[in-house]
């Protein structure tokens, strides 16, 4: 999901990572509401979302530790 991520999209991902509303990522950008909602859907945000606590207990469960940034170090 993320690598494939294009740049609007990450635009949107990082404005909503900083706690903004999407009418207040869309004011910050530029664009309009009805863009951020489509730009976060293109990128996959909310199944970015549902997906990180899986994957953190898979990690955790596995015995493998992250670093701060969340990813995980490679074997």
Not at 7 to 29: H, I, M, N, S
Not at 49 to 69: K, M, N, Y
């Amino acid at each position: 999901m993320v690598r494939r991520r294009s740049e609007a999209g990450w635009q949107v991902a990082d404005a909503l990572a900083g706690g903004a509303t999407r009418r207040e990522a869309a004011r910050a950008l530029a664009i309009s509401p009805q863009a951020v909602s489509q730009r976060a859907a293109v990128a996959m945000l909310d199944e970015e979302a549902a997906a990180r606590p899986l994957a953190a207990r898979l990690v955790t469960d596995a015995g493998v530790e992250s670093d701060p940034s969340g990813t995980v170090p490679s074997s």
